[in-house]
C-alpha cells in the first residue's frame, strides 16, 4: 500500500484527508505501507506534527517506510527535527546524514521547532521559546502572555488528559506578521472528554460549545484556565485577526469570537489538531 502525499500540507482539510488514509490503512491490516513524499515542496509545521503521528501510529501495525527521493524539502523538515521522532529503519531513498552532520542557522527568534508535549519539563522550554520569539522581535509582554496562555493551557490538556502523543510548534512570519501554532495529539479527543458532563441528548457539537463557551476545563479542579479562556485569549484586541481550526471527533470546527461552527464533517480517528493562524495588529 501506497499513501502519495500531495504538492501542499498546509491546511487542516490535507491534514484530514492524509489521516483518513492512515486510519483506513490501520484498519485494512496491511502489511507494510510507504508514505511518497516524492511531490511534497511546501508543508506547514502542523502539517509535520500529522506526518510524525501519522507514521508511529502506522508502525503499530505494519512496516511503514517513508520514500523521500525526489522530495524538495527534506532540509526544511530536519531543520524542524522532523527526523528526530520517527521510527528507526522507516526512511528509503534518501541518506540523512548529510542533513544531520551540516552547520545549522540559528532560527530559534523565529521558530520553535517540533516539540513534544509529555511533561511540564516540555511545557517550560515551550514556554521559554515563546518568549525568545516575542522578545526578539519587540512584541509587547501583552501579546506573549497572549500567545502563552493559549499554548499552556492546550500542552496541559495534550499531556494530562489526551492519553496519547503530543506536539507542539509555532513559526512566525516577520513578513506578515503572522504567527502559526500547530499542537497536536493523536489521544481520546476533547470529545470523549466532555462527555461526562455533557446531557445524553447532546451531540458533538454542543458538546464542543459547552467546552469552549463555557467556563469549564478538562483540569479545572487544578486551577486551569479553561478552553473558553483560551478562545478569548485568541481573540484578543493585540490581534488584528485570528482564525482556529479544529479538528476532533467526526467533524473540523471554525472556532470563532463567540461561537462554535462545522466547517467540514469527515471521518472520525484518535486526536485533536489545532491550527492557529493569528496575525498581530
Not at 183 to 201: C, M, P, Y
Request: charged share 20%; glycine share 4%; net charge negative.
Amino acid at each position: 500500500m501506497r499513501i502519495l502525499l500531495p504538492n501542499i500540507v498546509s491546511s487542516i482539510t490535507s491534514i484530514d484527508s492524509f489521516n483518513q488514509q492512515v486510519y483506513a490503512s490501520i484498519n485494512k491490516n496491511y502489511k507494510t505501507i510507504v508514505i511518497d513524499a516524492s511531490n511534497l515542496a511546501f508543508i506547514t509545521p502542523l502539517g509535520m506534527i500529522s506526518l510524525v503521528l501519522g507514521i508511529q501510529n502506522l508502525n503499530r501495525y505494519m512496516k511503514v517506510y517513508l520514500d523521500l527521493e525526489h522530495c524538495e524539502i527534506v532540509s526544511y523538515l530536519e531543520r524542524l527535527n522532523f527526523f528526530e521522532y520517527l521510527p528507526e529503519g522507516v526512511f528509503c531513498n534518501c541518506s540523512l546524514e548529510e542533513y544531520k552532520s551540516r552547520n545549522r542557522n540559528d532560527t530559534s527568534s523565529i521558530l520553535l521547532e517540533i516539540l513534544p508535549l509529555r511533561n511540564d519539563d516540555d511545557l517550560e522550554c515551550m514556554t521559554d521559546s515563546i518568549l525568545k520569539i516575542f522578545s526578539e522581535n519587540n512584541f509587547s509582554s501583552k501579546i506573549t502572555n497572549n500567545i502563552i496562555n493559549i499554548t499552556t493551557e492546550l500542552g496541559t490538556n495534550i499531556y494530562n488528559h489526551s492519553e496519547g502523543n503530543g506536539f507542539v510548534t509555532i513559526q512566525l512570519y516577520k513578513s506578515s506578521n503572522k504567527i502559526r501554532i500547530g499542537l497536536a495529539d493523536d489521544g481520546v479527543g476533547i470529545i470523549n472528554r466532555f462527555k461526562v458532563k455533557a446531557d445524553e441528548t447532546d451531540t458533538q457539537h454542543d458538546i464542543l460549545k459547552k467546552a469552549f463557551m463555557v467556563n469549564e476545563s478538562t483540569r479545572e479542579s487544578s486551577g486551569g484556565l479553561g478552553l473558553n479562556t483560551m478562545r478569548k485569549n485568541s481573540f484578543s484586541d493585540n490581534f488584528k485577526e485570528s482564525r482556529i481550526l479544529l479538528k476532533t471527533g467526526n467533524n473540523i470546527y471554525n472556532i470563532l469570537t463567540k461561537d462554535i461552527q462545522i466547517f467540514k464533517t469527515t471521518s472520525i480517528y484518535p486526536g485533536t489538531y489545532y491550527d492557529f493562524c493569528i496575525e498581530i495588529a
